[in-house]
Structures are given as structure tokens and as C-alpha cells.
């Protein structure tokens, strides 16, 4: 958006929203969020960025009536925000209503052609609905958009999984933990690969550094148990 018109209140409100989002402090972001759009001189674009953003934060605090209406004003202000169809998107994704979520990816898309979460995020609907060929499709294109794009490297690689092509799956794993080292998703989902191909100390060993990133994860926790069993392992 731009920040022609703007007093710098309002910038410096946005921005500390955006921070506290992304520290995970919901209800403070939502409450910056409230704060720039009691202004009397927002700008319509920066109101209409400000309703997408509380509905986000308000997406992931759980208050989901109120995060829908939030991007509903948004697009409302500005019909051709891509970012607030994106993640309307998501928000009908997580109450599973998943013709209106591909509605609004598509949407998004159709905005900006070259919105690489976008087309993540209709992959990952894609492959809830076992439409693999159409997910691996979107994946591709988040990837020709964003190389180092390490969640939808991730989820290209469920979906090979989903096809039993575990070398294609393994090679995406593989380069995940490669760019990003911390993530444990990417090594508990190859250890999973390595169980399904008759590896269990392999599996295990992903599987360990999955719960040594992510100790109070149960997902992780079990497998690693399960390997410890297999292999006639204590821990």
C-alpha cells in the first residue's frame, strides 16, 4: 500500500502491529491494528491494509467470525488486494470450507500472478483433497516464483510421499533441511519417507532431530518411540 497521505502514527501503528504479529502477540497486534483504524486521516489503502492485518492476527488468536469480517471490509476498501483474498483463503481453509478458500486463492492469483503463497496454499488444498497432480502443479509454480520458498519445497515433497514416489520426496526433504536446518517438519516428514522405504535407523535419526528442535512435540515424540521399538532401542 502506499503511504502517501499518511502521518507517520499511522506507519509506525502498522509497523508495530506487523512486529507484534510476528512475535506471536496477537492481541497486542489486534490492538495496533484497532488503533490505526480509529484514525481520521488513514488513507483508503492503508485502512483497507489495516482491516486485512487485524483479520489475520484475529485468524490466529481464534476469533474467526471477527477475522472474516475484518477481511471482508478490507476487500470491501480495496477489491483488488490480493493479500486479503490469500488469507480469507486460509481462514475458510481451517473451517474446512474448501470451495470458498479455492475461490479465493484463485482470486488472488488472478490479482497477482506471481503470488507464490498463494499458489502454496492452493497446492496444500490440493493435496488435502488427493488431487495430487494439481498440488505438485502449484508447488512448481510457487517454486518457479520463490526457489528458496522452504514450505512449499516441504509440501511438494508430502505429496510425491502420497504418490510413493519417495525419491522424489526424499530429494525434497533433503533440500529443506539443506536451507533451512531448524525446521523440524522437514526432518520428521523424511524420517516418516525413511520408515516407508525400510529404514528404520535412518528414520530414527530424523526422527531424533526432529524432537531434539521440537521436544514438546507429540507427532515427533511418537514416531521416535515407535523407531526406539522397531529397532529395539531404550531412547
Do not use: C
Not at 58 to 82: F, V, Y
Amino acid at each position: 500500500p502506499s503511504m502517501a497521505g499518511a502521518d507517520e502514527f499511522t506507519i509506525k501503528t502498522l509497523q508495530a502491529g506487523l512486529e507484534a504479529h510476528i512475535r506471536g502477540a496477537f492481541a497486542k497486534a489486534v490492538d495496533l491494528y484497532t488503533q490505526v483504524l480509529q484514525g481520521s486521516r488513514v488513507p483508503l489503502d492503508l485502512k483497507a491494509q489495516a482491516y486485512n492485518n487485524r483479520g489475520i492476527a484475529l485468524a490466529d488468536s481464534g476469533d474467526i467470525p471477527k477475522a472474516l469480517a475484518d477481511l471482508q471490509m478490507a476487500l470491501t476498501l480495496n477489491p483488488k488486494l490480493a493479500e486479503a483474498f490469500n488469507n480469507r483463503g486460509l481462514v475458510y481453509a481451517r473451517r474446512d470450507q474448501t470451495a470458498l478458500a479455492l475461490a479465493d486463492f484463485q482470486k488472488a492469483i488472478e490479482l497477482e500472478p506471481r503470488y507464490a503463497e498463494a499458489y502454496n496454499n492452493r497446492g496444500n488444498l490440493f493435496r488435502r483433497q488427493g488431487r495430487v497432480v494439481e498440488a505438485v502443479r502449484d508447488f512448481n509454480k510457487a517454486l518457479e516464483i520463490r526457489p528458496d520458498y522452504v514450505a512449499a519445497i516441504v509440501n511438494r515433497g508430502l505429496v510425491y510421499g502420497l504418490m510413493k514416489q519417495y525419491d522424489l520426496a526424499l530429494a525434497d526433504f533433503d533440500k529443506a533441511v539443506a536451507k533451512e536446518p531448524q525446521f523440524a517438519g522437514a526432518y520428521y516428514y523424511r524420517g516418516l519417507t525413511w520408515a516407508n522405504l525400510g529404514q528404520p535407523t535412518k528414520a530414527r535419526n530424523d526422527a531424533r532431530r526432529a524432537v531434539e528442535l521440537e521436544p514438546n512435540n507429540t507427532q515427533y515424540q511418537t514416531l521416535l518411540k515407535e523407531l526406539n521399538q522397531q529397532l529395539g532401542l531404550s531412547q
